[in-house]
C-alpha cells in the first residue's frame, strides 16, 4: 500500500483556528509538527546560508544553541539570524569546561523551584567541579566538587534527563596518580548523580582485580558495561551493585567535599553477571523489538559482517548476517533506528538500507530481517573503468581497473540521521567536482524512505575534513573542523522563495 493522503496546510490550519482536535494533549503540537515538514518539504521552500562563523576551538550545537570557546559562549540560532544569548566570564585553562549535556525537565515531575523548569546545561571542568548552568543566562546554578584523586572527563547519561555518569580518565600508572595514592589495578572511576538537585549515587572504582584485564567502562540506562582488549564485552546490573551496600568498602581516604561522609564504592567481589558476548573492537549495540543486538564476529577478517542475534538466547535472526556489497576505503556502519520502530539502519558508500526486525510466521519465537527500504545514490552504474595506453611500439593497450564504490567522484553517503519532530530521515551525500569536493542535504520519508526535499550546501565539503550536519526543524547547521584546529560553523534557515533574485547573505562572525 501507498502513503495515505494527508490534508495539506490550509486544511491544517483551519482545521487548528476551529480547535477540531481530539482531548489528546499532544495533538495540536502534531499537526503544528506536520504543517512544519510540509512547509519545509515543499518545492518553493529554500534553505539559505545565513551566517558564517570561524573558531579556534570546538564549536558544539544542541537544541537551537551553538556553544564556542568550551561552551563559555552561547549564540541561539532560532532567530533570524543568530545572536548571542549570553558569554561566560574568561578563566584559566584549568577551569575550562571539558564536555557538557543539555538536561531539559523531565515531564511529570514536580520540581522545587519554577526556574527548574527551565533548560541546564550539565558541565564538566577540567579540575574536577561539575556545574549546573542555566541555557539561557549563563548564571552558575549549582555546582559539586567531584574529587581531587584522579581526573574527570567525560559526561554521558545514564538514564536520559534523570541520571549522568561521569567518567574519569584512565589511570596509565601516572606520577599525578601515584602520588594522589591511586592503586595500579585501578583503570577509572565512574562518578553517578541523580539530577536537580545533584545527588550522589556513588563512585564506583573499576577496578582489574575484580574485573579483570579491563580497557574500559561506561555506564548506560542502568548496566555496566565493561569491555576487554580481546573483544569481550560484559554487562552488569549497576542497580544490583547498589542495592548491594553491605558488600561495598567505604574508603575515607575518598570524598566529595560537598557530600557529608564517604564516597568511593569499591566492589568487594565480581557483580553477577548479566551477559557476555565476542566482537571485533567491542562494538555492540541493543535495540529492536523483542530485544536484539548487532556484534560482528572477533576476527579481522570478518570487518564489514553484522551479526543480528537474539538477547535472550543468543540465537541469529533469519538473514540475521547483513554484509553489505561495497568495495571502499571507509568501511559502511550499522545501528537501531533512533525513531525507536525497533528498525535497523545499514549505511554503506552508495546505500542505506533500513531494516526491519519480524516474527517469522507460525513460529513466534523466532525472527527474521528483511528490507523495508533502500536509499540509492545517484551514480552510473558501472564497476570499472577502461584506461587506454599506448606502448614504446606503437601499440594500444586497454587496461580495466575497477572502481572504489566511494570513489570521491561518484555521489557518496557521509552521514545518515533523524528528525524525530519531522519524522524525516537526513542524508548528506558528497561528490568531487574539479578540484572541490560539493555536498547536499537530502530529507527522505522515514515510513517509505522517500526523497521528498534536496538541499545544495553552497560550502566546498573536502572528504579528509571531520564534519557535523545537524537537521533540527527549519534549521540546517553544518560543523567542520579543518587542519591546525581550526572550525568553521555554516547556519542555513528555512525561508520561502519570492520568485526574485537576491544577493547571497553571509554574515560572519
Excluded at 30 to 41: D, E, F, Q, S, Y
Aim: aromatic share 10%; glycine share 4%.
Amino acid at each position: 500500500m501507498g502513503p495515505t493522503r494527508k490534508p495539506n496546510v490550509c486544511s491544517r490550519l483551519s482545521r487548528r483556528a476551529l480547535g477540531c482536535f481530539s482531548r489528546d494533549a499532544g495533538v495540536v503540537q502534531r499537526t503544528n509538527l506536520g504543517i512544519l515538514r510540509a512547509l519545509v518539504c515543499q518545492e518553493s521552500t529554500k534553505f539559505k546560508n545565513v551566517w558564517t562563523t570561524h573558531s579556534r576551538s570546538p564549536i558544539a550545537y544542541e537544541r537551537g544553541r551553538i556553544y564556542f570557546d568550551n561552551y563559555r559562549r552561547c549564540v541561539s540560532s532560532v532567530a533570524s539570524e543568530p545572536r548571542k544569548l549570553y558569554e561566560m566570564p574568561k578563566c584559566s585553562k584549568s577551569e575550562k569546561i571539558e564536555d557538557a549535556l543539555l538536561w531539559e525537565c523531565p515531564v511529570g515531575d514536580i520540581l522545587p523551584n519554577s526556574s527548574d523548569y527551565k533548560s541546564s546545561l550539565i558541565a564538566l571542568t577540567a579540575h574536577n567541579w561539575l556545574l549546573r548552568i542555566s541555557a539561557t543566562t549563563g548564571k552558575i546554578l549549582e555546582k559539586i566538587y567531584l574529587a581531587p584523586y584522579c581526573k574527570f572527563r567525560y559526561l554521558s547519561w545514564d538514564t536520559p534527563q534523570e541520571v549522568i555518569a561521569v567518567k574519569s580518565a584512565q589511570n596509565r600508572g601516572s606520577a599525578v596518580a601515584r602520588q594522589a595514592g591511586i592503586q595500579q589495578h585501578v583503570l577509572l572511576y565512574l562518578a553517578v548523580f541523580r539530577v536537580l538537585p545533584f545527588s550522589l549515587v556513588g563512585i564506583l572504582e573499576i577496578n582489574k582485580k575484580i574485573f579483570g584485564n579491563v580497557t574500559d567502562a561506561t555506564l548506560s540506562h542502568g548496566i555496566l558495561i565493561v569491555m576487554y582488549s580481546s573483544g569481550l564485552v560484559r554487562l552488569y546490573s549497576f542497580q544490583t551493585i547498589a542495592e548491594q551496600k553491605e558488600d561495598w568498602i567505604w574508603d575515607q581516604n575518598f570524598s566529595l567535599l560537598t557530600s557529608k561522609g564517604d564516597t568511593l564504592l569499591l566492589i568487594g567481589d565480581m557483580p553477577p553477571l548479566l551477559f557476555e558476548v565476542s566482537s571485533l573492537e567491542n562494538a555492540f549495540q541493543i535495540g529492536g523489538h523483542p530485544w536484539h543486538y548487532i556484534v560482528t564476529p572477533n576476527k579481522k577478517k570478518q570487518k564489514g559482517v553484522f551479526h543480528i542475534c537474539a538477547l535472550k538466547d543468543n540465537s541469529l535472526a533469519k538473514n540475521g548476517i547483513q554484509e553489505m556489497d561495497c568495495c571502499s576505503l571507509e568501511s559502511d556502519w550499522i545501528y537501531f533506528h533512533p525513531d525507536a520502530s525497533g528498525r535497523i539502519i545499514h549505511v554503506g558508500p552508495n546505500q542505506v538500507k533500513v531494516l526491519k526486525l519480524t516474527e517469522i510466521e507460525n513460529n513466534s519465537s523466532q525472527h527474521q530481517i528483511s528490507e523495508d527500504f533502500v536509499i540509492l545514490a545517484n551514480r552510473e552504474n558501472h564497476k570499472n573503468e577502461n584506461v587506454l595506453t599506448v606502448t614504446a611500439s606503437g601499440r594500444v593497450v586497454k587496461k580495466s581497473f575497477n572502481l572504489l564504490d566511494d570513489d570521491p567522484e561518484q555521489e557518496t553517503f557521509k552521514i545518515v540521521d533523524y528528525e524525530d519532530e519531522l519524522d524525516l530521515l537526513s542524508v548528506v551525500a558528497v561528490t568531487q567536482i574539479d578540484a572541490e569536493g560539493k555536498a547536499h542535504l537530502d530529507f527522505h520519508c522515514n515510513e517509505y524512505g522517500t526523497l521528498l526535499k534536496s538541499i545544495p550546501l553552497v560550502e566546498s565539503w573536502d572528504v579528509t575534513y571531520s564534519h557535523e550536519v545537524y537537521f533540527d526543524r527549519d534549521l540546517v547547521l553544518h560543523i567542520e573542523q579543518k587542519p591546525n584546529r581550526v572550525f568553521s560553523c555554516y547556519v542555513y534557515q528555512m525561508i520561502c522563495d519570492t520568485g526574485e533574485e537576491e544577493e547571497t547573505i553571509n554574515r560572519s562572525c
